[in-house]
């Protein structure tokens, strides 16, 4: 377990990661990962992290050495897709019983990891160390090796389990087991200029492949793709790209920057989320190849490509800015995605009234600034309590969110767009871009929302109830009563004039303005101006006015 | 009588069984204002909690105690203590009821003596009631742990008949098994309620997981049944516990307070229901409503018209034991032939399952069983979509978790009204399978060896076994 610890110590001083630079040399010891709060902690455990990371590998067959709960609980729930092989999305666990926490679970594994071969006979196999067989001391690294050897296929032992940390500490666990089991273990069949890696790209809802044709047309190759839609000898012959794009920093920082060190592929952080990134990100993979010796001409054509991505986009989302009109987005993400996002939906016509910065670091707050002005909504951390109560005033139209989020605003019959992991719409790239927008326009036209709104007939009856018993009620009922209550209230203080002889001139000439009642009664219309207008805006000739 | 096997295999491919701390905390999840608490690291709660959420489509409360490494080996007092405070203090709820996992169970945890010492040092928690069930991950499965959670609730919170021993004669537990959906809990207090009886489900799921908008937020469940409703429990004059899996509850009750119960080990089909309807007619002294006469008439017309297609089926089922039992056993009631049955965990009721052999195993297991056995209809949880896509067979989702489907929350079994559904619903997938998959052509009746007859036979769980 020694060597876990100091890998998670290693991972922690990150030097690549801009937060971490920031920080005090004390601080950067302590690691970035809050420390969980027993009773309101929310996230998945380092293995949950290392699984999301790798399960994406299309051909590896994933083997989780541990009891029911950390495989039976929790498989097939990702969205990944794959141009290949299925294998990702077949389970396999050792589901430990009580028999082996005594005795040990190595043996188990071991013929686990022999069925597996016998049976699939696949590319490669992970195998995820869970919290149980690391307490009782399985050590699944000799396990592997001797597996290994033994069957001349890579069985790559993940040393993540899920009491080290948080989800993200097990994305880069596993960016660690592949730096140092997998990367550089195999040859490409060939290499050419145009060659990159994608880092921390989970082809979720296969969005991967809204991109992928633009880079096609420009001739630049995805070598391999950490993990979406990985194969296993894509990514063991990765050290031979050109250069690298980091999608999702926060994930795979670590890998990136190992490669850089390790085999010298130059790196940028990234994302295709936006149009604007979309743009950005091309023109670093452009650049930073032509500086790796691809002709130049490559700018010239990546420029040519992105006018004519940018003129379509905009194009294509230019209809929605009269539909959007005065309609507020609250935007509850994290990092890249707190301002990657903002510029397209403000395009669009939307008025962003909040966007969460939970996750983001420095650069990310400063883009905020620049894009929603200086006093932009940041939002640090909300409740789902305030969430709810913001969308119930409708202080926002609708939300964009992740699916933890998800029931708050549709509870408060509030439309919401899910646009983390879980979402079942590619939104990468130009394409995907005027996808949210699409997105966003179904879910806002909806005419279902305003039916939803509306109180059940109960409780208006209820309502009703509680008018019958108000003084106005008897009034209602009783015409006699109403007319003296009417001639008794005094409007015009002045010139001693009363509700009821203005508000039966108004119905009878059909008055709108308090000039008109003036001409038709005694009213001054001074002192008594605002009363008027008020009885103006209730009487039923008033009505049309007051529908616009 | 059915062969029981357990599966010799070291590893488990595609399980079927999920782990019983989620199954224990699904049981507080059915009480009103609940916390439902895994002593474990948080990895155990999101899976659980992820998994609750696909299923039900609804925000779920569920917490985690979020054991680091250090705290394991120290062990997990201070987790707990802290979470504990965290929750009443944040969450303010009724009731806060914890499962062990893996972790806490495997480092050797004494919850029992951490709460004592918790409520001696914090007398704020002296009102809230903190309910514990050990649940390890590495024993028995989901349903193992809504068992002992039920059990251990009305061990903790039920209370006697009361000095006068008097009880209320129209008052009826219903204890139901984790097979049972929102929809057919408010099925069954409806058939109670049309016989005058006042019935308390304990857990009541569909009082928090029934997809109700709640007025307001709240983070702990929006309904279900009260503390108090379960104090009273020990005045009722009858227990109804439905699946064999709560038998345990309902001796619990009955040693407690003296309540009779009856166990009714199906609710599917027209011989339990008749059953059923019989002894709520004979405890409430009432005649069977009209209602419940012409739904039996539906019932058994619907049998008439689906036994057609549903007859001389091959079933291949998996699923939990007491769901496993009752719906194959209204499968075989209307002629179709158990050929392929899997399940989670050891039951009595298993070895009665009308098929030759129950397997306790995977979802692995039960596509490579459907293959050779040329199963022409499967039945499992939502996990089995993609064996179905591989068998090319009809496929029918029942039980937890149902992700890929709408309405998980609803699908009836029970009731007349509910089985007769479930007898069309079942009867139309294999009308539409037929319709798209097995026109005949001037092929379909040539000699067998030449051509196979369907291709749905074509078996894809043997030798050339494709996992694309």
Known sequence: ??????????????????????????????????????????????????????????????????????????????????????????????????????????????????????????????????????????????????????????????????????????????????????????????????????????????????????????????????????????????????????????????????????????????????????????????????????????????????AREETRAWAAIEPYKPRFKGKKVLLITGGVKSWSVVAALQEAGLELVGTSVKKSTKEDKERIKELMGQDAHMIEEMTPREMYRMLKEAEADIMLSGGKSQFVALKAAMPWIDINQERCHAYLGYLGMVKLVEEIDKSLSNPMWEQLRRPAPWQVLAKAMVQMRSPLAEIACDPALGETTRRAKEICFCNKVDLGTIEDAITAHGLISVEAVREHTNAVGGCCNRRIEGILAASPSALPQAAE | MALVKASTKSCAVNPLKMSQPIGGAFAFMGLRGAMPLLHGSQGCTSFGLTLFVRHFKEAVPLQTTAMSEVATVLGGYENLEQAILNIHSRAKPKIVGICSTGVTETNGDDVDAYLKLIRDKHPQLAKLPLVYVSTPDFKGAFQDGWEKAVARIVEALVEGPGVSGLRDPSKVNVLPGCHLT??????????????????????????????????????????????????????????????????????????????????????????????????????????????????????????????????????????????????????????????????????????????????????????????????????????????????????????????????????????YRGTRDMIFDIANLVIADREENHQPTPDSWRVPAALPRRAGHSSPGTAERSIA
């Not at chain 1, 990661?17 to 970035?32: H, I, P, T, V, Y």
């Not at chain 1, 044709?213 to 990514?235: A, F, M, Q």
């Not at chain 2, 032939?337 to 965990?345: D, I, K």
């Open chain 2, 182 to 415: 929102p929809g057919d809990l408010d099925e069954l207090r409806a058939i109670l309620e049309d016989f005058g009886l006042r019935p308390s489900f304990l857990p009541d799921l569909a009082g928090s997981l029934d997809g109700h908008i709640p007025g307001e937020f709240t983070p702990t469940t929006i309904g279900g049944i009260g503390i108090d409703e379960i104090a009273s429990m020990g005045r009722a004059q009858w227990t109804i516990a439905i699946g064999a899996q709560m038998r345990r509850a309902a001796e619990v009750l009955q040693a407690k307070a003296g309540v009779p119960f009856r166990l009714f080990e199906r609710l599917c089909g027209l011989d339990p229901n008749d059953e059923f309807i019989t002894f709520l007619s004979e405890i409430s002294g009432r005649p069977v409503p009209v209602k419940y006469r012409r739904q039996r008439g539906q019932l058994t017309d619907a049998m008439l018209d689906a036994h057609f297609h549903i007859g001389g089926r091959r079933v291949a089922i998996a699923a939990e034991p007491d769901l496993l039992f009752d719906l194959s056993s209204m499968l075989h009631d209307m002629g179709a032939q158990v050929t392929a049955a899997v399940t989670t965990t050891q039951s009595v009721v298993i070895k009665r399952v009308k098929a030759e052999e129950v397997l306790i195993g995977d979802l692995e297991d039960l596509e490579e069983l459907a293959g050779t056995k040329q199963c022409d209809l499967l039945v499992t949880h939502s996990h089995g979509r993609q064996a179905a896509a591989r068998l090319k067979i009809p496929f029918y989702r029942a039980g937890f978790p149902m992700f890929d489907r709408l309405g998980a929350g609803h699908q009836l079994s029970v009731g």
């Open chain 1, 1 to 306: 377990m020694s060597s876990l610890a100091a890998t998670v110590q290693n991972i922690f001083d990150e030097p690549g990661c801009a937060k971490n630079g920031s920080k005090s040399k004390a601080d950067r010891r302590k690691g970035c990962t809050r420390q969980l709060q027993p009773g309101s902690a929310a996230g998945g455990c380092a293995f949950d992290g290392a699984k999301i990371a790798l399960q994406p590998f299309t051909d590896v067959a994933h083997l989780v050495h541990g009891p029911i709960a950390c495989e039976g609980n929790s498989w097939d729930n990702r969205g990944s897709a794959s141009s290949g092989s299925n294998l990702w999305r077949t389970a396999f666990t050792t589901d430990l019983n009580e028999t082996d926490i005594v005795f040990g679970g190595e043996q188990r594994l071991c013929k686990a990891i022999t069925e597996i071969i016998n049976k699939w006979d696949p590319a490669a196999i992970f195998v995820y160390q869970t919290c149980i067989p690391a307490m009782i001391g399985d050590d699944i690294d000799a396990v592997c090796k001797a597996a290994s050897q033994r069957f001349g296929k890579p069985v790559i032992p993940i040393n993540s389990p899920g009491f080290v940390g948080s989800k993200n500490l097990g994305n880069k666990l596993a960016g660690e087991a592949l730096l140092e089991h997998v990367i550089g273990t195999q040859e490409p069949d060939y290499t050419t200029p145009y060659d990159i890696n994608l880092i921390g790209e989970y082809n979720l809802s296969g969005e991967l492949w809204q991109v992928k044709p633009l880079l096609d047309e420009l001739g630049v190759r995805i070598l391999s793709c950490i993990s979406g839609d990985g194969k296993y000898r894509e990514v063991a012959s990765s050290h031979r790209a050109r250069a690298a794009m980091l999608v999702c920093s926060k994930s795979m920082i670590n890998v990136a920057r190992k490669m850089k060190e390790r085999y010298g592929i130059p790196f940028f952080e990234g994302s295709f989320y936006g149009i604007q990134d979309s743009s950005d990100s091309l023109r670093q993979i452009a650049r930073l190849l032509v500086e790796r010796g691809a002709p130049q001409e490559l700018l010239g054509r990546t420029d040519a490509v992105i």
